[in-house]
T-cell receptor, first 112, second 114 residues
Framework: GEDVEQSLFLSVREGDSSVINCTYT??????LYWYKQEPGAGLQLLTYIFSNMDMKQDQRLTVLLNKKDKHLSLRIADTQTGDSAIYFC????????????FGSGTRLSIRP | NAGVTQTPKFQVLKTGQSMTLQCAQD?????MYWYRQDPGMGLRLIYY???????DKGEVPNGYNVSRLNKREFSLRLESAAPSQTSVYFC?????????????FGAGTRLSVL
């Protein structure tokens, strides 16, 4: 079945780059997403990438997609304290037009 | 533009009590979803409604029922609450006719079942 996996925790120093990794199983995924959840709030879309793209850059965010290895990563440059949150990887699978499969989330903490 | 609104924000129930979680969206989306979030388990889909008048089970539907009251509203009902249903519940909506199918989330309902 469809599955999305990511590590649970990441700790980086303020000003360094953060790289959050994700693997997925559905080779027919059309869109892959990164959502951000701040404490006590719902999820908000951070960025997304279409499956025929390898990379997408949006200000401090860089998304890399390796379709062969079914690997997605999110790089946050110059990580700030406001980036502390849980980051969810998600995929829009080919088997259902409406269902999105979410990973378990990576909690990013920032060290001074 | 409120987006997705969930009520209540917090709720404490005793085992066996029933309650309904309400969700409304004002983005004219066709699809609506209910998830639960538990530590270390990410989001698990309980039920979804691809369009008005249809509902389907997700990954963890047992113990829950849903109603797609109209295009705007999608409610989640716990008929007989159990401690295992202590969780944070999120409602989301999307328009899957738009290729990206981005989901928009409410702020969540924090439910404790004692």
């Amino acid at each position: 079945g469809e599955d999305v996996e990511q590590s649970l925790f990441l700790s980086v120093r303020e000003g360094d780059s953060s790289v959050i990794n994700c693997t997925y199983t559905d080779s027919s995924s059309t869109y892959l997403y990164w959502y951000k959840q701040e404490p006590g709030a719902g999820l908000q879309l951070l960025t997304y990438i279409f499956s025929n793209m390898d990379m997408k850059q949006d200000q401090r965010l860089t998304v890399l997609l390796n379709k062969k290895d079914k690997h997605l990563s999110l790089r946050i440059a110059d990580t700030q304290t406001g980036d502390s949150a849980i980051y969810f990887c998600a995929e829009l699978g080919g088997s259902s037009a409406s269902k999105i499969i979410f990973g378990s989330g990576t909690r990013l903490s920032i060290r001074p | 533009n409120a987006g997705v609104t969930q009520t209540p924000k917090f709720q404490v129930l005793k085992t066996g009590q029933s309650m309904t979680l309400q969700c409304a969206q004002d983005m004219n989306h066709n699809s609506m979803y209910w998830y639960r979030q538990d530590p270390g388990m990410g989001l698990r889909l309980i039920y979804y409604s691809a369009s008005e008048g249809t509902t389907d089970k997700g990954e963890v539907p047992n113990g829950y029922n849903v109603s797609r009251l109209n295009k705007r509203e999608f409610s989640l009902r716990l008929e007989s609450a159990a401690p295992s249903q202590t969780s944070v519940y999120f409602c989301a909506s999307s328009d899957f006719r738009v290729a990206k199918n981005i989901q928009y989330f409410g702020a969540g309902t924090r439910l404790s079942v004692l």
